[in-house]
């Protein structure tokens, strides 16, 4: 038998959800049996899961990953790209790529432009301060996590659904 929470699905969902109904529709989808078709559900009970990307396109593969196995530190992510994931408290980070200076707040993703086959550079500061490394492009591009690791689910509620939002608006 697979056990579940509740908030183990619900953390990934931007919309209050009906506890039963969603523990029915996971239930019904652990045993095979047809479901109405819900994406965000979908895609939340992929975290939940973890394993499944049949379908997911290149931005949706790199949050289930993010979001499901939580890679800590710089870490390449197939031919997706690079993701720099902090470990310890969600905090801020300043990155130095080409010239730039690019500032991260504490609890936000953000996804910079390099493409596949490309390599850079980059400089990081971090609470423990500055780290270097040469990072690889790919078709998601370069991904600076500060959530923490490991991370801290959204909670099920306004304040967790404002923050699961706040990092959906940053894939996109």
């Keep these: 038998m697979i056990d579940f929470k509740f908030e183990d699905i619900a953390c ?3 919309q ?9 529709w996971a239930g019904n989808k652990l045993l095979g049996v047809k479901v109405e078709e819900n994406k965000e559900w979908e895609k939340a009970f992929k975290k939940w899961e973890a394993k499944d990307l049949k379908g997911a396109d290149d931005k949706e593969t790199m949050e289930l ?11 390449k992510i197939g031919d997706l790209g690079t993701v ?5 408290e969600a905090g801020p980070a300043e990155i130095r790529m080409d010239n730039q200076k690019i500032l991260v707040g504490p609890d936000e993703i953000l996804i910079l432009s ?10 990081i500061k971090l609470k423990s301060g500055w780290k270097e ?14 959530r923490g690791r490991p991370m801290v689910k959204p909670t099920v509620d306004t304040i967790g659904r404002e923050r699961l939002l706040k990092w959906q608006k940053a894939r996109i």
């Design 12 to 14: 990934w969902i931007c």
């Design 114 to 123: 390099l493409a596949t086959g490309t390599t850079s550079k980059i400089k």
């Design 65 to 75: 990953i993010l979001d499901g196995t939580q890679p800590e530190g710089i870490v």
């Design 133 to 146: 490394a040469e990072v690889e492009g790919g078709k998601v591009g370069l991904v600076i996590d500060t």
């Design 84 to 88: 720099v994931c902090p470990a310890g």
């Design 16 to 24: 209050p959800v009906d506890p039963i109904a969603l523990e029915n």
